[in-house]
């Protein structure tokens, strides 16, 4: 069993930088693959990011290359999510999610936190 909770959602401005952090409960987060989606009223929840358990291979979905950096501590049980250049339509509801399987798809992954609040203004 998982527990996660994100923190570092916030209100910023477009072009603004936000870190949010998950911190995971258990003594075997370093083997779990670690995503972060989001979600925003209406859609489904979309991917975001993933990075493996021990080679620490990261994905990224399109709409967030080369502005979103995941990363993980294993020593702090912690996954973080770096964003900047921040864009309104990155506004949603950030969620944190542990698997045992690599993929992009939120049936890949067993526990998720409560999700975290991003509003980007314009």
């Known amino acids: 069993q998982v527990h996660l909770v994100e923190s570092g959602g916030g209100l910023v401005q477009a072009g603004g930088s936000l870190r949010l952090s998950c911190a995971a409960s258990g003594r075997t987060f370093s083997a779990y693959y670690m995503g972060w989606f989001r979600q925003t009223p209406g859609k489904e929840r979309e991917f975001v990011a993933t990075?493996?358990?021990?080679?620490?291979?990261?994905s990224y979905a399109d709409s967030v290359t080369g502005r979103f950096t995941i990363s993980r501590d294993n020593a702090a049980n912690t996954v973080y999510l770096q964003m900047n250049s921040l864009k309104p339509e990155d506004t949603a509801i950030y969620y944190c999610a542990a698997g045992i399987s690599a993929g992009i798809s939120s049936s890949n992954y067993m526990y998720w936190g409560q999700g975290t609040q991003v509003t980007v203004s314009s």
């Open positions: 990075i493996r358990n021990w080679s620490g291979s990261r």
